[in-house]
């Protein structure tokens, strides 16, 4: 088993470009999550899919947007990336949203110049 | 507001010794509390759950307490060794609102052979 897959690993965009960070998961779980993590800031969760076929915001969703492709697939999308959003992303998944252990992806790093 | 709090100075312990970390929280009432270890470029991955009603839990040379009146966790690494240094994790179950989890910022542990 792979796990959490993200790809890609790292990105450079210039202000205004758009990317779709993928990720996929092999573990048959139900709940995905997209995270990123910046200096002095924790983990903060952006979007999450509590079961295949919904999504829901987090902390921080303002500038991005998901789409829970199938059971494996969640995928994070920047329409119009800006500086403030350079960070390393991580997506992980859990069995359920309640009570579960997550599983974490290797991450993506992005500079938004 | 809620908040998390984990010592962001980083913990320096020599070998053998026994490393103590600390997570703090405030407006919360928490059913359960994950401890996670994170390595530079590398997404976290799970060590231990302690429940609200368990004062504490073991795995090998790791333990992990948990005192909801004092609203704090003790994350102990007894015997520590080189190979433990890494950041360490704490992470909350919100028990309402629309997303369950909030992780504090961690603590970054080096352990000196």
């Known amino acids: 088993n792979a796990g959490v897959t993200q790809t890609p690993k790292f990105q450079v965009l210039k202000t205004g470009q758009s990317m779709t960070l993928q990720c996929a998961q092999d573990m048959n779980h139900n709940s995905m999550y997209w995270y990123r993590q910046d200096p002095g800031m924790g983990l903060r969760l952006i979007y999450y899919s509590a079961s295949e076929g919904t999504t829901d915001k987090g902390e921080v969703p303002n500038g991005y947007n998901v789409s829970r492709l199938n059971k494996r697939e969640f995928s994070l999308r920047l329409e119009s990336a800006a500086p403030s959003q350079t960070s390393v992303y991580f997506c992980?998944?859990?069995?359920?949203?309640?009570?579960?252990?997550?599983?974490f992806g290797p991450g993506t790093r992005l500079l938004v110049l | 507001s809620q908040k998390i709090e984990q010592n962001s100075e980083a913990l320096n312990i020599q070998e053998g010794k026994t490393a103590t970390l600390t997570c703090n929280y405030t407006n919360y009432s928490p059913a359960y509390l994950q401890w996670y270890r994170q390595d530079p470029g590398r997404g976290p991955v799970f060590l231990l759950l302690i429940r609200e009603n368990e004062k504490e839990k073991r795995k090998e040379r790791l333990k992990v307490t948990f005192d909801t009146t004092l609203k704090q966790s003790l994350f102990h690494i007894t015997a520590s060794q080189p190979a433990d240094s890494a950041t360490y994790l704490c992470a909350l179950d919100r028990t309402s609102g629309t997303y369950k989890y909030i992780f504090g910022t961690g603590t970054r542990l080096k352990v000196l052979a």
């Open positions: 992980a998944s859990s069995l359920l949203q309640t009570q579960e252990t997550q599983y």
